[in-house]
């Protein structure tokens, strides 16, 4: 039943990315629109919450702070490694022009310097895909936190679209990628222990 769902729920997402493929600019054309002063201030801090490096250190302590828990920090490190390998070689083979550089939208004048980079393309939202593929494992250890992370993560996503950063078809294409990575990360580390067993001998 489980994974009937789970399958339907992946079906979803394709075609959620193939209708937003369709409609992607008219949709952060529409979401430029709503633009606040206030919201801008918001959606930077959320922004910068979202950065490679806070993510990191934050999730780390999590799990460090927690001694059970402590298996899993390997695993996660390898969750963000492989969500940023991948999302480095789909960037550079797609080489998707971001909606502000394709003329479709504005963005920040501090967004758009960090945004010109060679490799730094619109498909995937590396940002969605960071925060997405953690999610598999905070839902199995800390699932109190379950929906604090989801709102995260949805607003993080949003955030890419609302600064026309991204199109909205890169963020949830990278939310599904990051989240399948997380996925295989904790099904691999559950039928082989092979983190558990490193950390074990390295005691």
Same mark, same amino acid.
């Given at each position: 039943?489980?994974?009937?769902?789970?399958?339907?729920?992946? @079906?979803?997402?394709?075609?959620?990315? !193939?209708? @937003?493929?369709?409609?992607? @600019?008219?949709?952060?054309?529409?979401?430029?629109?709503?633009?606040?002063?206030?919201?801008?201030?918001? #959606?930077?801090?959320?922004?910068?919450?979202?950065?490679?490096?806070?993510? #990191?250190?934050?999730?780390?302590?999590?799990?460090?702070?927690?001694?059970?828990k402590?298996?899993?920090?390997?695993?996660?490190?390898?969750?963000?490694?492989?969500s940023?390998?991948?999302?480095?070689? !789909?960037?550079?083979?797609?080489?998707?022009?971001?909606?502000?550089?394709?003329?479709?939208?504005?963005? &920040?004048?501090?967004?758009?310097?960090?945004?010109?980079?060679?490799?730094?393309?619109?498909?995937?939202?590396?940002?969605?895909? !960071?925060?997405?593929? @953690?999610?598999?494992? &905070?839902?199995?250890?800390?699932?109190?936190?379950?929906?604090?992370?989801?709102?995260?993560a949805?607003?993080?996503?949003?955030?890419?679209?609302?600064?026309?950063?991204?199109? &909205?078809?890169?963020?949830?294409?990278?939310?599904?990628?990051?989240?399948?990575?997380?996925?295989?990360?904790?099904?691999?580390?559950?039928?082989?222990?092979?983190?558990?067993?490193? &950390?074990?001998?390295?005691?």
């Amino acid at each position: 039943m489980r994974n009937k769902r789970e399958i339907f729920i992946l @079906a979803a997402v394709f075609i959620s990315i !193939l209708v @937003a493929l369709y409609f992607d @600019a008219s949709i952060v054309r529409i979401i430029s629109l709503i633009r606040t002063n206030f919201l801008n201030s918001f #959606f930077l801090g959320i922004t910068f919450l979202s950065s490679e490096i806070i993510i #990191f250190f934050l999730l780390t302590s999590m799990f460090l702070w927690s001694e059970n828990k402590r298996k899993w920090i390997l695993p996660l490190w390898l969750t963000l490694f492989l969500s940023a390998v991948v999302g480095f070689l !789909l960037k550079i083979t797609v080489q998707r022009p971001r909606p502000f550089i394709a003329g479709i939208v504005s963005t &920040l004048p501090n967004l758009m310097e960090k945004s010109f980079t060679t490799w730094n393309f619109s498909f995937p939202s590396f940002q969605s895909m !960071l925060v997405f593929c @953690a999610l598999p494992i &905070l839902i199995k250890e800390f699932p109190k936190l379950k929906y604090f992370w989801i709102t995260f993560a949805v607003l993080v996503a949003f955030s890419r679209v609302y600064f026309g950063l991204h199109f &909205l078809s890169d963020v949830i294409a990278g939310g599904l990628i990051g989240y399948i990575i997380g996925t295989i990360v904790i099904k691999y580390e559950k039928e082989n222990r092979k983190f558990s067993s490193f &950390l074990r001998q390295a005691h």
